[in-house]
């Protein structure tokens, strides 16, 4: 048995993913808890577009980039309203098929 908070389909705008989805989401994280976003679906449905989205305007970008900046943005607020300190770590990974590894997207980007 599975809970879900929200189940989009491949006819709901990438706005209205994003804000459905991050809100909640950043409002723990801030609050000190792990976050988790899983976006599901077979091949060619539109996962990455939902997760990384497109630059071609801000209501195109995926739930990963607006996170990010979302999240930066309410530390800056947080930092200049309390004496607050922050460590952030993300991890972004893909799962293909059974029996293939599981990806990180995010590995070409890492600081060692």
């Known amino acids: 048995m599975f809970a ?13 993913v994003v804000g459905g989805v991050l809100p909640d989401i950043l409002q723990a994280v801030l609050g000190g808890t792990d976050g988790c976003v899983m976006c599901f679906g077979g091949s060619s449905m539109g996962k990455t577009k939902t997760m990384v989205g497109s630059h071609t ?5 995926g739930i990963m980039p607006t996170a990010i900046s979302w999240l930066y943005q309410a530390i800056s607020h947080l930092k200049v309203n309390k004496a607050s300190r922050f460590s952030v770590r993300v991890s972004a990974v893909v799962v293909d098929a059974p029996g293939k590894e599981v990806s990180d997207v995010l590995g070409d980007f890492a600081q060692g």
Do not use: N, V
């Open 4 to 16: 879900f908070d929200q189940i989009y389909s491949r006819d709901d705008d990438q706005s209205g």
């Open 57 to 61: 305007a801000e209501s195109e970008l």
